[in-house]
């Protein structure tokens, strides 16, 4: 198959229109399109190969885009070598765009474009074209695919999508400095021709910038653009295609340019003098004027700082930097006095604290000026010779009494008399007036030290010329001591006394107190009442280390017998003079424990320990008896349980009972008493005494040392007293039935050797201290009192 086409641009198409456009319409040679099995051979024939392949022969089509003609736009030319021009060949199209966009010529094969087409939105179309015979239909050809593209024109102009833009550059940039690259772009197909080759150029915003034509690079074109001078530029850049020629379309943007600031000037005062006036009455610390130097430079470049370069402004005033206006706040360090010093001169200087070196050739950035400060004279209220005042005046002294005085005076020239006065808000004036002509200050009324030892009190001073101009100042005055408060004994409360208090013994060792103030340290003496009889229970000696000790005078102290006892102590300070008081302490007897370590009652310990309320104390008794109650309970079933016979040998209990006897047999019944086995005590009580006699059962047994077995039996013989305790076991019905052993104690009578026991000798003392009870505890204290009772009976 042959193709031809409308288009000269291709040098693929080898068809006859391609011949006739090229060279134009006058030359119309005919030419003829060899296929693929046919040769060209040297004398121009051709030699057919015959070859069962199709024969169709295919390049690509070409169509140009927005054809705006009246009629079809031509594409090409679809042939087969099958066809022998005699209309017996049909030819059909399919794929993109057929037989709507494209549409062939069934006869013939020509393929014409019947719509405008647009590259930027489709850039080629794909077909499928085939030969049929027109008779059978039958496909000559085997289908085969083409691609038809759309050639481009120069249609779409050059944009900037994100444009406008903003950009920055700083202030005194050198030549050449980038600022901004642009792009724009082009829709035209970049591959052919020069539709989509752009070229920038600067519009607007020459001398000062500069743009690449190939880049889009947007540079200074000027140097030391000044901020100061001009912030703002606005460049117009355009964009070109057809590499800028004529016809070219274009496109353009706007670029907002703005210098930023760099720290290329220095601070300028306004003025080379400045002048101020400051009152003398002004405040030290607080702000007395305000300088400002001007800097052009914006934010961290225009920051300055301020100082005093001269001593003779720098002793007196100070300079700091307000960071919001940049202004020199100039403050007071020390009071002004018009009378000394009228007038002050400062000279200031502000520097940069952010300085770039590459503007250093510019200069130093600082700059300085002079200010003149006048001192205003004011009328000043007067001044105290001191900031303060210390007094002091003895108490009890008299009203009217002297205690000091205060000085002040106009510092003015005029020396205008002073009035001195107490502040009315104070207490001060119930016991101080001052003269107010003198500053005298005097109490109007005796004075206690033990009640106030400080007072503190504000004088004022006022010229009699203007009393609206006050002074103050502090006095303080101290109250001086003297003896006029005896002394006391110093008790927390009442002095226990044990029962068990022996002749000499301290119960207590006692101090005193005194309100008055000594200067060397309290020195006191003590000593029993000279009028009165001679205490039978207790004495006092003093210990001359200003303490005294209460001694015991006798024992047995009981308290069912007196529980309270008063002694009454004189008590002696070391003052000029000597004063003297009498106190009477309350003695309580308490049963506390041996030689008197514990120094309360038991009862009274015991509640003062615990410090609770009453309430408390009863839920604590209820609880208790509630939880006794428990617990019998629990005794009470637990006896009531019945236990089994035989006890495990792991059973270790705290009362164990052995049985070693032979039973008399099953029915034996009396051989013994089970009791034994459960209550060993009851058991215990069945037994008879085997060293007495059995009269002596019937009778209760008599008190430790009063009697003895040995003594009751002293006619009685061995054989008389086994004889006996023979007819008691005989008629004892709890004995077991069978022969057993009897076993007496019985040492018979008329011994020269006499008995060892200890019960026959009830007189004898012995000679064991018991005093070690005392170490075992609470429980052992009745025990130990009773034997301590009985050592004193011995004693006694």
Not at 270 to 296: C, F, M, R, T
């Amino acid at each position: 198959m042959r193709i031809s086409t409308t288009s000269c641009l291709c040098p693929f198409l080898v068809c006859l229109c391609f011949i006739q456009r090229c060279y134009g319409a006058s030359h119309h040679v005919p030419a003829k399109v060899l296929s693929k099995n046919q040769t060209k051979l040297a004398n121009g024939e051709t030699e057919v190969h015959h070859r069962p392949k199709r024969g169709w022969i295919w390049n690509q089509f070409f169509v140009l885009e927005e054809h705006m003609g009246p009629d079809a736009q031509y594409v090409g030319k679809l042939h087969s070598n099958s066809d022998k021009g005699d209309g017996s060949v049909r030819y059909i199209l399919s794929g993109e765009g057929a037989g709507t966009i494209f549409i062939i010529d069934e006869v013939t094969g020509d393929i014409q474009a019947t719509k405008s087409l647009d590259r930027e939105r489709k850039t080629h179309y794909v077909l499928h074209a085939q030969a049929l015979d027109r008779n059978t239909e039958e496909a000559l050809e085997p289908k085969s695919e083409f691609i038809i593209k759309v050639q481009d024109i120069n249609d779409n102009a050059p944009t900037f999508p994100d444009g406008p833009f903003v950009a920055t550059v700083p202030e005194m940039s050198e030549v050449g400095t980038s600022v901004l690259q642009v792009t724009a772009t082009d829709a035209d197909d970049p591959t052919y021709g020069n539709s989509a080759r752009i070229v920038y150029s600067i519009l607007q915003g020459q001398p000062y910038f500069s743009v690449d034509p190939k880049t889009g690079i947007i540079r200074t074109a000027l140097a030391n653009m000044d901020r100061e001078a001009r912030e703002h530029y606005t460049v117009v850049i355009q964009a070109k295609d057809m590499a800028g020629q004529v016809g070219g379309l274009s496109g353009s943007t706007t670029i907002n340019i703005t210098l930023t600031d760099v720290n290329d000037n220095p601070p300028k005062f306004p003025q080379k003098n400045y002048q101020l006036y400051v009152p003398e009455s002004a405040q030290v610390g607080k702000p007395v004027g305000k300088i400002k130097a001007n800097d052009e430079d914006l934010g961290v470049n225009a920051d300055i700082k301020y100082s005093i370069i001269n001593s003779e402004g720098a002793n007196m005033f100070s300079i700091t930097t307000d960071r919001d206006t940049r202004e020199g706040i100039i403050s007071l360090k020390k009071p002004l006095n018009y009378e000394r010093k009228k007038t002050y001169t400062l000279h200031i200087e502000g520097v940069n604290t952010h300085v770039d070196p590459r503007f250093s050739y510019l200069g130093s950035f600082k700059d300085s000026t002079t200010l003149k400060i006048t001192v205003g004279d004011v009328d000043e209220a007067p001044v105290f010779s001191m900031d303060y005042y210390i007094m002091d005046v003895y108490e009890n002294a008299p009203s009217g009494t002297e205690v000091g005085a205060v000085t002040a005076r106009d510092p003015d020239s005029r020396n205008s008399p002073v009035r001195y006065f107490m502040d009315s808000k104070e207490d001060g004036e119930r016991y101080f007036r001052i003269d107010e002509s003198t500053g005298v200050v005097r109490t109007t009324q005796p004075l206690d030290r033990e009640d106030i030892p400080w007072h503190n009190i504000t004088v004022m001073a006022s010229e009699v010329d203007n009393p609206s101009l006050l002074s103050h100042v502090p006095v303080t005055v101290q109250v001086l001591d003297v003896n006029d408060n005896p002394p006391e004994i110093a008790t927390d409360g009442e002095v226990i006394v044990c029962e068990s208090s022996r002749p000499g013994q301290v119960i207590q060792t006692v101090t005193a107190v005194d309100k008055d103030d000594f200067a060397n340290g309290q020195r006191f003496s003590f000593a029993l009442p000279s009028q009165l009889p001679v205490n039978p229970n207790f004495t006092l000696k003093d210990n001359e280390d200003s303490t005294a000790s209460i001694i015991a005078r006798r024992r047995r102290f009981n308290h069912l017998t007196q529980e309270l006892y008063e002694l009454p102590i004189v008590v002696w300070d070391g003052g000029e003079p000597s004063l003297s008081g009498t106190s009477t302490l309350t003695l309580r007897v308490c049963p506390c424990q041996r030689h008197g370590r514990i120094r309360m009652c038991q009862g009274e310990a015991f509640l003062s320990s615990a410090g609770l309320s009453t309430g408390a104390l009863i839920a604590i008794l209820l609880c208790i008896v509630i939880l006794l109650a428990i617990v019998v309970l629990f005794i009470t079933l637990r006896r009531s349980k019945k236990e089994p016979l035989i006890i495990s040998e792991e059973d270790i209990r705290e009362n164990v009972v052995t049985y070693d006897d032979e039973g008399g047999g099953e029915e034996d019944t009396e051989a013994f008493d089970i009791i034994a086995l459960r209550n060993p005590a009851a058991a215990e009580e069945l037994k008879f005494r085997r060293d007495v006699r059995p009269e002596a059962r019937q009778h209760c047994i008599p008190p430790r040392g009063h009697r003895s077995p040995s003594v009751e039996l002293d006619e009685v013989d061995v054989h008389e007293f086994i004889k006996q305790r023979l007819v008691d076991a005989d008629l004892d019905t709890s004995v077991p039935p069978y022969d057993s052993l009897q076993t007496y104690a019985y040492e018979g009578q008329g011994s020269p050797t006499g008995s060892i026991s200890p019960l026959d000798s009830p007189g004898t003392h012995s000679e064991q201290d018991y005093n070690y009870l005392d170490d075992w505890g609470p429980e052992f204290q009745k025990l130990a009192e009773l034997y301590g009772e009985a050592e004193s009976d011995v004693t006694t």
